[in-house]
Protein backbone atom coordinates (compact mmCIF):
# COMPACT_ATOMS: atom_id res chain seq x y z
CA UNK A 1 0.00 0.00 0.00
CA UNK A 2 1.59 3.24 -0.58
CA UNK A 3 2.59 5.75 1.83
CA UNK A 4 0.07 8.26 2.94
CA UNK A 5 1.43 12.36 2.48
CA UNK A 6 1.54 12.57 6.68
CA UNK A 7 3.36 8.76 7.01
CA UNK A 8 6.00 10.48 4.37
CA UNK A 9 6.46 13.19 5.97
CA UNK A 10 6.65 11.36 9.49
CA UNK A 11 9.05 8.98 8.10
CA UNK A 12 11.12 12.06 6.74
CA UNK A 13 10.72 13.77 9.67
CA UNK A 14 12.33 11.08 11.75
CA UNK A 15 15.21 9.90 9.62
CA UNK A 16 16.48 13.95 9.56
CA UNK A 17 16.89 15.21 13.00
CA UNK A 18 13.29 16.90 12.16
CA UNK A 19 14.11 18.87 8.96
CA UNK A 20 11.77 17.93 6.33
CA UNK A 21 11.83 19.57 2.68
CA UNK A 22 8.52 20.44 -0.01
CA UNK A 23 6.42 22.63 1.24
CA UNK A 24 7.67 22.24 5.18
CA UNK A 25 10.78 23.47 3.99
CA UNK A 26 12.58 26.43 6.61
CA UNK A 27 9.14 26.10 8.81
CA UNK A 28 8.57 24.81 12.37
CA UNK A 29 7.64 21.65 12.64
CA UNK A 30 6.94 19.11 15.21
CA UNK A 31 5.20 15.56 15.54
CA UNK A 32 2.42 15.59 17.93
CA UNK A 33 0.82 11.80 18.98
CA UNK A 34 -2.71 11.80 20.68
CA UNK A 35 -4.59 8.74 21.95
CA UNK A 36 -7.83 8.32 20.09
CA UNK A 37 -10.74 9.90 21.45
CA UNK A 38 -12.61 6.63 20.66
CA UNK A 39 -10.47 4.14 19.55
CA UNK A 40 -8.12 4.71 22.49
CA UNK A 41 -5.07 4.11 19.47
CA UNK A 42 -2.29 6.37 18.90
CA UNK A 43 -1.98 8.92 16.01
CA UNK A 44 1.02 10.73 15.00
CA UNK A 45 -0.01 14.32 13.07
CA UNK A 46 2.99 16.56 11.28
CA UNK A 47 1.86 20.05 12.84
CA UNK A 48 3.51 23.49 12.56
CA UNK A 49 3.74 25.40 15.63
CA UNK A 50 5.35 28.97 17.24
CA UNK A 51 6.94 29.55 20.27
CA UNK A 52 5.55 32.23 22.50
CA UNK A 53 8.66 32.43 25.25
CA UNK A 54 9.33 29.02 26.55
CA UNK A 55 5.92 27.61 25.23
CA UNK A 56 5.40 25.59 22.31
CA UNK A 57 1.35 26.81 20.51
CA UNK A 58 -0.40 25.22 18.23
CA UNK A 59 -3.52 25.99 16.07
CA UNK A 60 -6.14 23.69 15.19
CA UNK A 61 -6.73 25.53 11.72
CA UNK A 62 -7.29 22.05 9.54
CA UNK A 63 -6.58 24.59 6.67
CA UNK A 64 -9.49 27.01 6.98
CA UNK A 65 -12.25 23.73 7.21
CA UNK A 66 -15.68 23.90 8.80
CA UNK A 67 -14.36 21.26 11.84
CA UNK A 68 -11.63 21.08 14.40
CA UNK A 69 -9.11 18.63 13.46
CA UNK A 70 -9.35 14.77 14.92
CA UNK A 71 -5.86 15.64 17.06
CA UNK A 72 -7.97 18.28 18.90
CA UNK A 73 -10.69 16.18 19.78
CA UNK A 74 -8.18 13.43 20.73
CA UNK A 75 -6.42 16.03 22.31
CA UNK A 76 -9.06 16.96 24.82
CA UNK A 77 -9.70 13.53 25.35
CA UNK A 78 -6.61 12.40 26.54
CA UNK A 79 -4.93 15.52 27.51
CA UNK A 80 -1.40 14.10 27.84
CA UNK A 81 0.23 13.75 24.33
CA UNK A 82 3.86 12.79 22.99
CA UNK A 83 5.64 15.65 21.14
CA UNK A 84 8.69 15.31 19.05
CA UNK A 85 10.89 18.24 18.28
CA UNK A 86 13.62 17.85 16.38
CA UNK A 87 16.18 15.23 18.08
CA UNK A 88 13.51 15.46 21.49
CA UNK A 89 10.93 13.63 22.56
CA UNK A 90 8.98 13.99 25.74
CA UNK A 91 5.38 14.52 27.28
CA UNK A 92 3.62 17.04 27.23
CA UNK A 93 -0.06 18.16 28.74
CA UNK A 94 -2.03 20.13 25.68
CA UNK A 95 -3.91 23.01 27.28
CA UNK A 96 -6.51 25.14 25.12
CA UNK A 97 -6.31 28.48 25.72
CA UNK A 98 -9.09 30.40 26.61
CA UNK A 99 -10.56 34.00 26.24
CA UNK A 100 -8.11 36.93 25.89
CA UNK A 101 -5.26 34.81 26.53
CA UNK A 102 -6.69 32.44 23.09
CA UNK A 103 -7.03 35.74 21.03
CA UNK A 104 -3.41 36.82 22.31
CA UNK A 105 -2.01 33.76 21.25
CA UNK A 106 -3.47 33.50 17.97
CA UNK A 107 -2.29 37.03 17.25
CA UNK A 108 0.89 36.54 18.12
CA UNK A 109 0.48 33.32 15.94
CA UNK A 110 -0.58 35.13 12.76
CA UNK A 111 2.16 37.62 13.46
CA UNK A 112 4.52 34.66 13.42
CA UNK A 113 3.02 32.78 10.79
CA UNK A 114 0.00 34.64 8.40
CA UNK A 115 -0.94 31.66 6.83
CA UNK A 116 -3.25 31.14 9.95
CA UNK A 117 -5.35 34.76 9.41
CA UNK A 118 -5.86 33.24 6.68
CA UNK A 119 -7.45 29.93 7.77
CA UNK A 120 -9.71 32.09 10.25
CA UNK A 121 -11.00 34.26 7.66
CA UNK A 122 -12.17 31.01 5.40
CA UNK A 123 -14.62 29.83 8.47
CA UNK A 124 -16.98 30.79 10.99
CA UNK A 125 -15.80 28.81 13.85
CA UNK A 126 -12.75 30.24 16.02
CA UNK A 127 -9.37 27.94 15.42
CA UNK A 128 -8.41 26.64 18.95
CA UNK A 129 -5.47 27.43 20.39
CA UNK A 130 -3.45 25.04 22.25
CA UNK A 131 -0.13 25.05 24.14
CA UNK A 132 2.23 22.28 25.20
CA UNK A 133 3.75 22.38 28.32
CA UNK A 134 5.66 20.06 29.40
CA UNK A 135 4.03 16.97 31.59
CA UNK A 136 6.51 17.46 34.67
CA UNK A 137 5.13 20.31 36.82
CA UNK A 138 6.81 23.29 37.86
CA UNK A 139 8.28 22.65 41.34
CA UNK A 140 8.18 18.59 40.73
CA UNK A 141 11.08 17.00 43.20
CA UNK A 142 10.47 13.58 42.39
CA UNK A 143 13.67 11.64 43.27
CA UNK A 144 16.36 12.12 39.91
CA UNK A 145 18.34 9.21 40.32
CA UNK A 146 15.74 6.01 39.58
CA UNK A 147 17.42 2.87 40.21
CA UNK A 148 15.45 0.58 41.96
CA UNK A 149 11.76 -0.23 41.55
CA UNK A 150 11.07 1.67 44.85
CA UNK A 151 12.53 4.63 43.73
CA UNK A 152 9.81 4.24 40.22
CA UNK A 153 7.03 3.94 42.64
CA UNK A 154 8.05 7.04 45.16
CA UNK A 155 8.73 8.87 41.53
CA UNK A 156 4.88 8.16 40.41
CA UNK A 157 3.83 9.08 43.68
CA UNK A 158 5.10 12.24 43.70
CA UNK A 159 3.83 13.48 40.49
CA UNK A 160 0.58 12.04 41.31
CA UNK A 161 0.82 14.61 44.75
CA UNK A 162 1.92 17.68 42.57
CA UNK A 163 -0.24 17.34 39.94
CA UNK A 164 -2.88 17.50 42.44
CA UNK A 165 -2.08 20.19 44.62
CA UNK A 166 -1.77 21.89 41.04
CA UNK A 167 -5.44 21.21 40.21
CA UNK A 168 -6.41 22.81 43.22
CA UNK A 169 -4.28 25.63 43.28
CA UNK A 170 -5.82 26.24 40.04
CA UNK A 171 -8.91 25.66 40.56
CA UNK A 172 -8.98 28.48 43.50
CA UNK A 173 -7.39 31.19 40.96
CA UNK A 174 -10.81 30.16 39.04
CA UNK A 175 -13.32 30.65 41.71
CA UNK A 176 -11.62 33.67 43.10
CA UNK A 177 -11.41 35.22 39.44
CA UNK A 178 -14.99 34.14 38.77
CA UNK A 179 -16.21 36.23 42.50
CA UNK A 180 -14.50 38.89 41.50
CA UNK A 181 -16.45 39.09 38.19
CA UNK A 182 -20.09 38.92 39.10
CA UNK A 183 -22.89 41.25 38.86
CA UNK A 184 -23.71 44.13 36.24
CA UNK A 185 -21.35 44.98 34.18
CA UNK A 186 -18.64 42.97 35.00
CA UNK A 187 -15.81 41.66 32.55
CA UNK A 188 -15.96 37.93 31.70
CA UNK A 189 -13.89 35.82 34.26
CA UNK A 190 -9.91 35.21 33.06
CA UNK A 191 -10.85 31.69 31.16
CA UNK A 192 -9.04 28.80 33.70
CA UNK A 193 -11.65 26.21 32.91
CA UNK A 194 -10.25 24.24 30.32
CA UNK A 195 -6.93 24.35 31.89
CA UNK A 196 -7.86 22.88 35.13
CA UNK A 197 -10.07 20.37 33.14
CA UNK A 198 -7.18 18.91 31.04
CA UNK A 199 -5.16 18.90 34.02
CA UNK A 200 -7.42 17.49 36.46
CA UNK A 201 -8.19 14.91 33.32
CA UNK A 202 -4.80 14.31 32.83
CA UNK A 203 -4.36 13.52 36.62
CA UNK A 204 -7.20 10.76 36.59
CA UNK A 205 -6.19 9.08 33.55
CA UNK A 206 -2.49 8.83 34.87
CA UNK A 207 -3.92 7.35 38.23
CA UNK A 208 -6.01 5.18 36.83
CA UNK A 209 -2.64 3.40 34.59
CA UNK A 210 -0.92 3.55 37.74
CA UNK A 211 -3.82 1.18 39.64
CA UNK A 212 -4.92 -1.19 36.75
CA UNK A 213 -1.00 -2.05 36.35
CA UNK A 214 -0.58 -2.55 40.18
CA UNK A 215 -3.27 -4.54 40.20
CA UNK A 216 -2.76 -6.67 36.94
CA UNK A 217 1.49 -7.10 37.40
CA UNK A 218 2.75 -5.56 40.18
CA UNK A 219 0.46 -6.73 43.17
CA UNK A 220 -0.16 -10.39 41.92
CA UNK A 221 3.74 -10.11 41.00
CA UNK A 222 4.58 -9.88 44.87
CA UNK A 223 1.75 -12.08 46.58
CA UNK A 224 3.65 -15.26 44.39
CA UNK A 225 6.28 -14.29 46.88
CA UNK A 226 5.10 -12.95 49.79
CA UNK A 227 1.59 -14.69 49.94
CA UNK A 228 0.92 -13.72 53.57
CA UNK A 229 0.46 -9.91 51.69
CA UNK A 230 -2.52 -10.84 50.68
CA UNK A 231 -4.77 -9.21 53.05
CA UNK A 232 -2.30 -6.24 52.15
CA UNK A 233 -3.44 -6.12 48.08
CA UNK A 234 -7.14 -6.61 48.79
CA UNK A 235 -6.96 -3.48 50.68
CA UNK A 236 -5.22 -1.76 48.54
CA UNK A 237 -7.64 -2.51 45.66
CA UNK A 238 -10.21 -2.00 47.73
CA UNK A 239 -8.81 2.12 48.13
CA UNK A 240 -8.66 2.11 44.58
CA UNK A 241 -12.11 1.09 44.16
CA UNK A 242 -13.05 4.28 46.27
CA UNK A 243 -10.22 6.42 44.42
CA UNK A 244 -11.59 5.32 41.28
CA UNK A 245 -15.26 6.57 42.39
CA UNK A 246 -14.38 9.52 43.51
CA UNK A 247 -12.03 10.56 40.30
CA UNK A 248 -15.42 10.18 38.33
CA UNK A 249 -17.39 12.24 40.92
CA UNK A 250 -14.32 14.82 40.17
CA UNK A 251 -14.57 14.37 36.54
CA UNK A 252 -18.39 14.82 36.18
CA UNK A 253 -18.35 18.02 37.93
CA UNK A 254 -15.68 19.40 35.80
CA UNK A 255 -17.91 18.41 33.02
CA UNK A 256 -18.22 22.34 32.90
CA UNK A 257 -16.38 23.64 35.55
CA UNK A 258 -17.42 27.72 34.58
CA UNK A 259 -20.95 26.82 35.69
CA UNK A 260 -19.92 24.08 38.78
CA UNK A 261 -20.54 24.96 42.58
CA UNK A 262 -17.45 26.46 44.23
CA UNK A 263 -17.88 24.59 47.30
CA UNK A 264 -18.96 21.40 45.66
CA UNK A 265 -16.16 21.16 44.05
CA UNK A 266 -13.44 22.18 46.35
CA UNK A 267 -15.34 19.04 48.91
CA UNK A 268 -15.06 16.66 46.44
CA UNK A 269 -11.24 17.58 45.63
CA UNK A 270 -10.31 17.79 49.12
CA UNK A 271 -11.94 14.31 49.77
CA UNK A 272 -10.11 12.98 46.89
CA UNK A 273 -6.80 14.67 48.09
CA UNK A 274 -7.53 12.90 51.49
CA UNK A 275 -8.17 9.65 50.18
CA UNK A 276 -5.17 9.70 47.96
CA UNK A 277 -2.94 10.72 49.89
CA UNK A 278 -3.91 7.90 52.61
CA UNK A 279 -3.61 5.03 50.18
CA UNK A 280 -0.59 6.22 48.98
CA UNK A 281 1.05 6.37 52.47
CA UNK A 282 -0.17 3.07 53.59
CA UNK A 283 1.20 1.47 49.96
CA UNK A 284 5.12 3.23 50.98
CA UNK A 285 4.89 1.87 54.26
CA UNK A 286 3.71 -1.79 52.82
CA UNK A 287 5.64 -2.49 49.74
CA UNK A 288 8.31 0.06 49.05
CA UNK A 289 10.65 -2.18 51.63
CA UNK A 290 9.93 -5.00 48.99
CA UNK A 291 10.62 -3.35 45.85
CA UNK A 292 13.81 -1.60 47.19
CA UNK A 293 16.26 -4.50 46.25
CA UNK A 294 14.58 -4.84 42.38
CA UNK A 295 16.54 -2.48 39.95
CA UNK A 296 15.05 -0.29 37.52
CA UNK A 297 14.93 -0.56 34.81
CA UNK A 298 14.53 -4.07 34.24
CA UNK A 299 17.77 -5.92 32.38
CA UNK A 300 16.77 -7.14 29.19
CA UNK A 301 16.19 -10.96 28.83
CA UNK A 302 19.18 -13.01 28.11
CA UNK A 303 18.47 -15.21 24.78
CA UNK A 304 18.84 -18.47 24.99
CA UNK A 305 22.42 -20.15 24.27
CA UNK A 306 21.62 -22.00 21.02
CA UNK A 307 20.94 -18.23 19.85
CA UNK A 308 24.33 -16.91 21.19
CA UNK A 309 26.00 -19.84 19.10
CA UNK A 310 25.17 -18.05 16.07
CA UNK A 311 26.76 -15.23 16.46
CA UNK A 312 23.89 -13.27 17.94
CA UNK A 313 24.74 -10.95 20.85
CA UNK A 314 22.78 -10.73 24.53
Not at 46 to 55: E, K, M, N, S, T
Not at 90 to 119: N, S
Request: charged share 25%; proline share 8%; with cysteine.
Amino acid sequence: MPMSFNESVIEEFRANEGKVGGPFQGGDLLLLTTTGARSGAEHTTPLGYVRHGDALVLVGSNLGGPRHPAWYHNLLAHPVVRVEVGTRTFQALAVPAEGARRDELFAHAVRMAPGYGDYQARTSRTLPVVVLERAEPDGWEGPRDIATLADKLMEVHTWLRAQLRQVGAEADAHFHARAAHQGPGAPPAPGLGLQIRQRCLAFCQALEFHHTSEDAHLFPGITRHHPHLTDVFDRLRDEHRTVARLQGELVALLGDIAAADPQRFRTELTEMSRELNAHLDYEEESILPLLAGIPWPPAPPVPPAEDRRDGTTA
